[in-house]
């Protein structure tokens, strides 16, 4: 049997990095080093979106709302209430004769502040958090995090808020028992060791100057009147705000030989990233190439941010009926039902640490290339959206053409876990749909790891597919 032969009927996942191309190579490396920049900046869902639109605009895309009618080669984007964003180029192909969609999104695990957070006990003031997403709880304790967001005041003003990136910025911590003491909590399961209501963030320590006796908590009042020197917020002001503490780690390269990329936020800013990098150099494609950002995949989907709500039906319907002539409601079920999505979420990397998790055969590789997931869900695909066979097909045969390096995977054992994505509720929509991503060590954690094969390969197979 010849090598050939062998090549044609064997396959198996393997890392990828001997079969690429110095062209490749090189772009890789560039897009890599532009990638962990874009996440720095990029640490929530709102800051992912503000960033998105200046480099839409930066590219050519304009307002939706600003165009009466759309032609082959237009760029549009639009923005859902500054935490998704949705850009398309108009293809030359008759839009109800489908589009070509890549949807990721853009929330991350994280510690979300609750309603009424700042409190003082023992001369301490911290804020109460609330987490967001699947997370393991002693992972967030002792690392240094930083605050993002918003905050609304009554007149509708919008205070950003962004402290603990820059090197002269304080940091803040949740603390942890110390292991002289930690007998008890020791013999704990993981998930029962770090109680959610235990992780409170440590504000300051020092009591106010100014105030009166009649003040019972003077550190908080300490805390309060800095924040208000800063940004002229009050303590009701964090009923109507969104803040977030995030790792204050930066992105950085991984390992000796460069070959990966550690930073928090991975899942899913990767595959967002290289969804709106890609849409972005598409020119004049035959089908219209849609980038949609989603918020709120972490915890369901749901809300009039998420992929549940009736937002990206709504936005495409504008898009069919300044594309169309006589617009009804038939063509633009047409559209979607015509429609091919690739849900651009992360997938588990095979971890040599924890080889019990997964089935060898059947998991993505760190540097194997993009993975191709016919089924998510858990146990018997609960939840699963499970791709036919013509998709796969034809996802195999657009990225084998453009030498876009891919690996098929699963999300571990069969009744070990499991999970789920976007994938799902774009398939209710009536519309084909595969998931196609990068995989991820230690996904959900504060500081998780991709390669950078995988990275560029993201990107490469998305504009391929737009590019169909």
């Known amino acids: 049997m010849s090598n050939e032969t062998e090549k044609n009927l064997f396959y198996e996942n393997k890392n990828q990095y001997s079969s690429l191309s110095e062209t490749d190579k090189k772009n890789m490396a560039a897009y890599s080093s532009e990638y962990r920049s874009f996440l720095d900046m990029s640490k929530t869902e709102r800051e992912f979106a503000v960033n998105a639109q200046k480099y839409l605009e930066t590219n050519g895309f304009v ?65 109460k958090t609330h987490y967001y997403g699947g997370i393991k709880k002693y992972q967030w304790t002792t690392i240094p995090l930083a605050l993002h967001g918003v905050a609304t005041l009554q007149d509708g003003t919008q205070i950003q808020i962004s402290i603990g990136e820059e090197d002269d910025d304080p940091t803040f911590v949740i603390s942890d028992l110390l292991p002289h003491f930690a007998k008890d909590q020791m013999q704990k399961k993981l998930a029962e060791a770090i109680p959610g209501e235990s992780l409170n963030i440590i504000l300051g320590n020092i009591e106010g100057k100014d105030c009166g006796e009649d003040v019972k908590e003077k550190v908080k009042y300490n805390i309060l009147n800095l924040l208000n020197e800063k940004y002229d917020i009050c303590e009701e002001d964090f009923i109507s705000s969104e803040i977030e503490a995030v790792p204050a780690y930066k992105a950085r390269d991984l390992g000796f030989d460069r070959s990966m990329v550690a930073g928090y936020g991975q899942d899913d800013r990767v595959c967002a990233y290289a969804a709106l990098r890609s849409v972005a150099d598409v020119k004049k494609p035959k089908y219209t190439a849609v980038c949609l950002l989603v918020d709120k995949e972490e915890i369901g989907s749901v809300g009039n941010t998420g992929m549940r709500s009736r937002y990206f039906e709504n936005v495409l319907a504008k898009i069919v009926d300044k594309s169309v002539k006589d617009y009804n409601d038939i063509k633009l079920r047409d559209t979607i039902s015509n429609s091919i999505c690739l849900s651009a979420d992360v997938c588990a990397a095979f971890d040599p640490n924890f080889p019990e998790a997964s089935e060898k055969r059947n998991a993505s590789l760190v540097n194997g290339g993009i993975g191709v997931m016919k089924y998510s869900g858990s146990g018997g695909k609960s939840g699963s959206s499970d791709a036919n066979a013509e998709l796969m097909a034809q996802i ?31 398939a209710n929509l009536d519309m084909d749909v595969v998931d196609v991503g990068v995989p991820i060590l230690s996904m959900h954690s504060p500081y998780e790891i991709a390669g950078k094969l995988d990275i560029y390969m993201a990107y490469k197979g998305y504009k391929a597919f737009y590019e169909r």
């Open 63 to 127: 307002p939706l709302s600003s165009k009466d009618s759309l032609k082959a080669g237009d760029k549009v984007y639009t923005v859902n209430r500054g935490k998704g964003i949705i850009a398309a180029v108009i293809g030359s192909e008759d839009i109800t004769n489908g589009t070509s969609i890549v949807g990721a999104h853009i929330d991350s695990p994280r510690l979300d502040l609750k309603p009424n957070p700042l409190y003082e006990d023992s001369h301490f003031a911290y804020f």
């Open 396 to 426: 195999r045969k657009i990225f084998n053409e453009n030498d876009v390096k891919w690996q098929s995977g699963e999300l571990g054992k069969i009744d070990g876990g499991g999970g789920g994505t976007i994938a799902g509720f774009v």
